[in-house]
Structures are given as structure tokens and as C-alpha cells.
């Protein structure tokens, strides 16, 4: 079910809790999915989606329909993400939290299959391991617009609105983006 940003509006003036739990209902997985693509932890992710609902619940009469309800949540997500990133790279105790290794195998796209022999499946693990170890690699910026972009399927022009950029200035951020990932990828098989 999809949410119309000018019969949500009306809804929030109506019941601004049936509103928000309807919020919750349709973007909730949707806000978590963002949230683990960019932190690649689920406790972080978990921990992101509640500030983010929390922010949009307490920001829910700022919403007047000036961009799509989705571009709207997408973009109190990223700056949420963005602020927790720089928060997480200024706190030298999260370093040792664990690896993204679950996240990868439950959400990338890996799949167990019976066709596959299991060193097959080794190598397609491997594979995205990789992948997505790269993509942690990248500056803030161009791993949110790669993520917005490639993981979670947003347009150029979506990613230009949620991020709040030129689409000029997200084509050069995704095609930097592209470039550095192939650098860190080609040093990650050198290694």
C-alpha cells in the first residue's frame, strides 16, 4: 500500500496518530532497509529506523506536500544516517563491533541454492563480502547516493531530491562512486 502525500496530509489533520502508525506500517521496512544499507550493522539499523520515525513523528505537521511523502521520509533518513556516520567515526569504542558478515548473508541478495555445489556458493558469498566491504570503503556522500541509487532502486533525480543536490552534482558523486569502488575492488583481489 502506498501513501499519497496529499491524503496522508489530510489524514495527519484528521488523526495525527492513525497517521503515523500508517506511516510506520507502509515505510517501516522500507526506512530499515536504508538504514542497514548504509550502516551495515543491524543493531545500527534498528537504532537509526527509531530516530528516524522518532524525527519524522516530531517534525509529522512540517510535511506540507511540497515533494512526494516517499522523498520526504527518504530525506530525513539519509540525513539521520549521515549524522550517525560521522557520529560513529568520531567514536573510537564502536570499533569493535562486529562484522557485517550476517547482514550480507541475509540481505544481499545471497542466495543458498541447492544447484549450487558449496564451493559455488563460497565464492558468491565471497563475492558480496567483497562487494559491500567496498561500498563501506566510500566517502559519505557517494556511498549514499550508490546505496539510494543501486541498493534501494531510487532514479538520479530521486537521489538529487532526497540528498538535496544538483542531479548533475549525484551523476558525478555515482560516477566517482563507480570509479572508487572499482579501485578499492581491484586492491581487495590484489591483497
Not at 497517521?19 to 526506512?31: E, I, N
Not at 532502486?153 to 538529487?160: P, R
Request: glycine letters at 2%; one cysteine or more; a negative charge.
Amino acid at each position: 500500500m502506498e501513501v499519497d502525500g496529499q491524503n496522508w496530509i489530510k489524514l495527519l489533520s484528521d488523526d495525527k496518530e492513525r497517521a503515523y502508525r500508517l506511516l510506520v506500517s507502509v515505510y517501516g521496512q522500507k526506512v530499515y532497509n536504508t538504514c542497514l544499507r548504509m550502516t551495515f550493522h543491524e543493531t545500527d539499523a534498528q537504532d537509526l529506523t527509531q530516530e528516524v520515525f522518532t524525527a519524522i513523528y516530531l517534525s509529522i505537521d512540517s510535511y506540507k506536500g511540497d515533494s512526494t511523502l516517499s522523498t520526504w521520509i527518504y530525506s530525513i533518513t539519509t540525513n539521520k544516517a549521515k549524522e550517525f556516520i560521522r557520529y560513529k567515526l568520531r567514536d573510537k569504542r564502536n570499533a569493535s563491533q562486529t562484522s557485517s558478515l550476517d547482514w550480507i548473508r541475509s540481505n544481499s541478495g545471497f542466495d543458498v541454492s541447492h544447484e549450487n555445489t558449496p564451493e559455488e556458493e563460497l565464492i558468491q558469498y565471497e563475492r558480496v563480502q567483497l562487494l559491500f566491504a567496498a561500498i563501506e570503503e566510500l566517502a559519505d556522500n557517494q556511498r549514499i547516493a550508490y546505496t539510494l541509487n543501486k541498493l534501494d532502486g531510487l532514479s538520479y533525480s530521486e537521489v538529487a531530491e532526497v540528498m538535496e543536490l544538483s542531479l548533475q552534482s549525484v551523476e558525478s558523486l555515482l560516477f566517482r562512486a563507480k570509479q572508487n569502488l572499482k579501485k578499492i575492488l581491484e586492491k581487495k583481489l590484489e591483497d
